[in-house]
């Protein structure tokens, strides 16, 4: 099986369930047989407690923009709040620091509005784990950007040996089916003719479009 980042070849891991390692850009890709019915993702995705009523939940977002975000766009710009999931508390989060804020969500708020416009700043924040395809849907969102546009990603990097991945928590919740790491981010950095220009090293990393 050829990597979905970068072509090249991979190794099987078996656990309770098959995975593709890429030994070139460590990117890690479930084998499709064990991806669940839209139906039952969707369910389960209404069962998180992501509400603005979540003071954690806005705690984390608000370090996000305060830390990864603002240092690098100015307010009053257009941005796309991609994946918002059933309560798009990012979004909310980010009109009130003056952005004017679009949604989209495969199953909350499907309509792709933002294929018609052009954003300063599009985040994907607990995303990227869900997504069968990211190279491709990275490279949509990217030609959305303006130039010099952000692309802001969260998505909780795996451990890099196999041992510790196994026995990783994360990956034991049936809709994430892509695990990254930064090396897996500067390939697609790469790909994309993109800059990162910040990262907390574990699931953050924010993109400059060049």
């Avoid at 990117?27 to 499709?32: H, L, P, S, V």
């Avoid at 990864?68 to 059933?86: E, H, N, Q």
């Avoid at 003719?193 to 400059?208: M, P, S």
Wanted: proline share 4%; net charge neutral.
């Amino acid at each position: 099986m050829n990597c979905k980042i970068c072509t090249h070849d991979t190794f099987l891991i078996e656990d309770d369930k098959s995975y593709y390692f890429c030994k070139n850009c460590h990117y890690i890709f479930i084998d499709e047989k064990h991806i669940i019915t839209p139906e039952e993702e969707k369910y389960r995705y209404e069962q998180h407690n992501n509400t603005i009523e979540n003071e954690g939940y806005v705690k984390m977002f608000n370090n996000f923009i305060d830390n990864y975000i603002l240092p690098f766009a100015s307010t009053k710009k257009r941005a796309l709040d991609f994946g918002c999931g059933p309560g798009p508390v990012l979004a909310e989060l980010l009109s009130k620091k003056c952005f004017l804020v679009d949604i989209y969500d495969i199953y909350f708020a499907p309509i792709k509005t933002y294929k018609n416009n052009i954003y300063d700043l599009i985040t994907a924040t607990e995303v990227l784990e869900h997504i069968l395809d990211p190279l491709r849907v990275l490279k949509e969102l990217v030609g959305r950007l303006n130039e010099n546009g952000l692309l802001a990603v969260m998505t909780l990097f795996h451990p890099e040996d196999t041992y510790l991945f196994k026995k990783w928590w994360y990956k034991r919740d049936p809709t994430h089916i892509s695990f990254y790491t930064m090396e897996t981010f500067q390939k697609i950095a790469g790909i994309l003719n993109l800059k990162i220009l910040k990262t907390d090293e574990r699931n953050i990393c924010i993109f400059r479009k060049n």
